[in-house]
């Protein structure tokens, strides 16, 4: 199978944090990238969750959960109409 090379730009620390990382793997990071990518052709999408050093809280497990049971309170019928303020 024919081969092509894949130039990527990234941040100089970034490089050298996943260098390390993937050599204690016991990888380099040309074995990592094609990882990623082979992983992503097969499962047909980012082969792990994407999350953020600050993440909203709106999408917290803990909030997710009250709007989960809220939402099932009103389809039970047990809302209580509330006016909206100004605040």
């Known amino acids: ?3 092509c090379t894949l130039q ?3 941040d100089a620390d970034l490089r050298k944090e996943a260098d390390e990382l993937f050599t204690s793997a016991g990888m380099d990071l040309s074995s990592a990238v094609r990882l990623f990518l082979r992983q992503s052709v097969i499962r ?3 082969p792990f969750e994407v999350v953020t050093a600050n993440p909203d ?3 917290s497990e ?3 959960r009250e709007l989960r049971e809220s939402i099932a309170a009103l389809e039970r019928g047990e809302g ?3 006016e909206l303020i100004d605040v």
């Open 44 to 46: 047909r999408r980012l």
């Open 57 to 59: 809280p709106f999408w």
């Open 8 to 10: 990527v730009r990234l």
């Open 1 to 3: 199978m024919p081969t």
């Open 62 to 64: 803990t909030n997710q």
């Open 80 to 82: 209580v109409r509330h």
